[in-house]
């Protein structure tokens, strides 16, 4: 079984452009991705770019979406220590580094913050390859 870890950009990608993950492929993120994904949906309404209905529908495919959400001591720690490696003002996109490195086999993410720092460290997979 191939793990891929995703970022709440994907996820909400992964909501809104139904790709069903193929057989053989598992999802991973760090237990913030739930709370990341509500404020990315919170502030598209507020913005103006997202009705209300639709959000809290997004929110419901959220639910039902199959992934693994990790937030064990060993993440933590392992997030702590990269954030501090990498120099990060804040430990929060290093926690999803965090589980790329220790729980999956490639991240999906288009954030090139993250991209850059997993070079080296996991290898980076594209959208699509969540379907092949």
């Known amino acids: 079984m191939t793990r891929y870890a995703i970022d709440a950009a994907v996820a909400l990608r992964l909501i ?6 193929s057989a053989g492929r598992q999802l991973v993120a760090p237990s913030v991705l739930r709370s990341h994904v509500l404020s990315r949906l919170y502030t598209e309404v507020r913005a103006g770019r997202l009705d209300e209905r639709t959000a809290r529908a997004e929110l419901e495919g ?8 990790l937030g064990d001591r060993v993440s933590r720690s392992t997030a702590f220590k990269l954030a501090t490696q990498l120099d990060w003002p804040d430990v929060t996109p290093a926690e999803y580094l965090a589980v790329a ?4 086999d490639a991240l999906v993410t288009d954030d090139p913050v993250l991209r850059d720092a997993a070079t080296g460290r996991i290898p980076i997979a594209e959208f699509d390859d969540l379907a092949r």
């Open 101 to 104: 490195v220790l729980q999956a």
């Open 16 to 21: 809104r452009d139904p790709l069903e993950p």
């Open 62 to 69: 959220l639910a039902e979406l199959k992934i693994r959400l």
